[in-house]
């Protein structure tokens, strides 16, 4: 449905507009972390089935679990296109449809986008976590070494460590990651060298060419999610160690 700007002060019209949206982004986004817990809890489930030997509840959840994902990544196209449209809007004396305006974001990013949930890395944690049960420390088939390293701790997190203090990003009290560049840091060492590094503080990741401000570094929804997501892979990961060295040592 069409609307029109308001012929009242434009920056006012402006900042309530971007306000609104960023409501309702954050809404969404609160969704989008509620779809990524109960993806964990598929997972722990479909575990116990493929222990049980109930290969077409397995085969069911896996569906679901796409279904999931496909809704997941609707979600996420909406709340950048919402967020873009909130923060692009200017008043003018037409009327404004942000119906067709917020469509156009949406397929603009699904098409640069183009990645299938069966791509995604929680769907490959989800298949990897079943084959465990029956083939654990064995490839799934089609894949290679670093394909395993990649998706099983990197997970959905950029950097492990914080740039500004070389702490690990799992052990952060208060982590904040950038809009921009998604990159992970301490909370106050980071607003401390955005303060200190105007007007054109860099993100400090070695590579990075985006340029930090403080409203864009955010602890966002799924921030904390990923966190515990990694958290979870490293202590596997561990545990996976340790039970290779005992085997190592039996077979010594």
């Known amino acids: 449905m069409a609307s029109t700007s308001s012929s009242r002060p434009g920056n006012s019209a402006a900042g309530r507009i971007a306000l609104a949206a960023s409501t309702i982004s954050s809404d969404n986004e609160s ?4 779809i990524r817990k109960s993806l964990n809890i598929f997972k722990s489930v479909a575990i ?4 049980g030997g109930q290969a077409d ?5 896996d569906e679901m679990v796409l279904e999931l994902l496909g809704s997941f990544q609707d979600l996420a196209h909406f709340s950048v296109a919402l967020k873009s ?5 200017q008043p003018s004396d037409q009327p404004t449809d942000f119906r067709k305006i917020l469509k156009d974001e949406v397929d603009k990013l699904k098409a640069s986008s183009q990645s299938a949930p069966e791509s995604d890395p929680l769907y490959r944690q989800f298949k990897e976590a079943i084959w465990n049960v ?12 670093e394909d395993l390293v990649m998706t099983s701790t990197q997970v959905n997190v950029l950097n492990v460590t914080c740039p500004l203090t070389g702490k690990p ?18 909370r106050d060492p980071v607003m401390h060298y955005i303060k200190t ?16 401000q403080a409203g864009k570094v955010t602890c966002d929804p799924l921030l904390r999610v990923d966190l515990e997501e990694l958290r979870s892979a490293e202590t596997a ?3 996976n160690n340790v039970i290779e060295d005992f085997t190592a040592l039996d077979d010594d």
């Open 237 to 239: 990961a561990v545990r």
């Open 134 to 145: 029956h083939h654990a420390g064995e490839l799934m088939p089609g894949e290679e070494q």
């Open 169 to 186: 990003v799992v052990d952060l009290v208060n982590p904040v990651r950038c809009v921009e560049c998604k990159h992970i840091y301490d």
């Open 57 to 61: 509840k397995v085969k069911k959840l």
């Open 31 to 34: 969704l989008m972390t509620d």
């Open 48 to 51: 116990d089935l493929e222990k």
């Open 197 to 212: 590094k105007k007007p054109q503080p860099r993100c400090p990741v070695a590579g990075c060419p985006k340029i930090l």
């Open 85 to 89: 449209m909130g923060n692009n809007y």
